[in-house]
């Protein structure tokens, strides 16, 4: 589901343990707003590595393992297809607030597609996704391998594109393919930041005596990671809120658990806040923090996007090069960019 209105979320495709995740967002926004009005990122297992906004009009990387990698090319080519990408979203996020009949205020129209491999089962996956507003569009069915969507305003650009079934087979042949391979690279570019584990510090948050208490979990890397509580030795699951994954600056991440508690059930219970990371698990039950600043949660924005927008974690979105230089999205979009990850609405 995609909840977040300037980082595209759209599902929960972590990196755990042998699984890894080569993700692009793009966000195109419209309004008065302090946010550039496109910006596009990539992640590699959830993590981003590098980024693009309308405001700098220039692509760059977000890791040092990819500006060791790949020259002064790569991203003259990124920032020249990122460009063109800012054209083609400012065009569909007009072609959106026509459809839905809107006209006033912010809006968004975002994307996220990318593809998943498991080094060590070989198994395959893949995501192509449109939001509008903060929910989502349009999505590609890999099983069925047509377009479909919840909305009757995204009715016209379903038929169209599934009309076009040469565009179709290309997505296949990217997605399984050409995505992968580059995935791939991106890993053994990044192995030895990507493949590191670093545990997660674990810590029990409360501003106030009568404030829900929250579980932050944080420094911890690769990011997929599991928060629950226990209630004086059994599973808990009422009033229970699990945040989102986000990304720190150091390129680890955190994540949050927030339980519902009146003082006098704390008191007389026993809670527990369990965090389970790559086989090792840390609980928490002593309160270390009451009253003060906020949680030191780093917007995803700012790192990327962050997705995930977003995220996004830095920001949101990518689109990249030509095959011999990175992640070469599928040829000949509608508006005649170069690429169909992204057609015209």
Not at 278 to 305: C, F, H, W, Y
Request: charge should be negative.
């Amino acid at each position: 589901m995609m909840r977040s209105v300037v980082l595209l979320l759209l599902g929960a495709h972590l990196a755990y343990a042998g699984t890894h995740s080569l993700k692009y967002f793009y966000t195109a926004v419209s309004g008065d707003i302090d946010f550039p009005e496109f910006t596009t990122v990539g992640l590699v297992d959830e993590g981003p590595f590098m980024y693009f906004d309308s405001n700098a009009m220039k692509a760059v990387p977000k890791t040092e393992w990819m500006r060791q990698s790949v020259g002064a090319d790569y991203w003259d080519s990124e920032t020249q297809t990122s460009i063109g990408n800012h054209q083609n979203f400012k065009n569909n996020i007009q072609i959106a607030k026509e459809r839905f009949n809107q006209s006033k205020g912010v809006h968004t129209y975002q994307q996220m597609y990318g593809c998943e491999w498991d080094d060590q089962t070989g198994a395959k996956d893949a995501f192509l996704q449109y939001g509008y507003h903060g929910e989502d569009f349009v999505s590609l069915d890999f099983k069925e391998m047509r377009f479909i969507s919840p909305v009757q305003q995204a009715s016209i650009s379903v038929q169209k594109w599934n009309n076009d079934r040469g565009k179709i087979e290309g997505h296949r042949n990217y997605f399984s393919t050409v995505c992968i391979e580059w995935l791939q690279k991106y890993v053994d570019y990044g192995k030895s930041s990507l493949q590191r584990k670093v545990s997660p510090q674990v810590s029990l948050l409360q501003k106030s005596s009568s404030s829900s208490v929250t579980c932050h979990a944080t420094g911890f890397y690769p990011s997929g990671v599991t928060i629950s509580w226990m209630k004086n030795g059994q599973e808990h699951h009422e009033d229970v809120d699990v945040g989102e994954l986000l990304p720190n600056e150091d390129g680890t991440f955190q994540k949050t658990s927030t339980i519902r508690v009146s003082p006098e059930e704390w008191k007389n219970n026993q809670f527990r806040c369990v965090v389970e990371h790559q086989g090792e698990t840390k609980e928490e039950e002593e309160i270390r923090t009451n009253g003060g600043d906020s949680l030191p949660i780093m917007p995803i924005v700012a790192v990327l996007i962050a997705v995930v927008l977003l995220i996004a974690i830095g920001a949101i979105g990518f689109v990249v090069y030509k095959k011999k230089q990175g992640f070469k999205p599928v040829s000949g979009s509608d508006d005649g960019s170069n690429s169909s990850a992204h057609p015209q609405a």
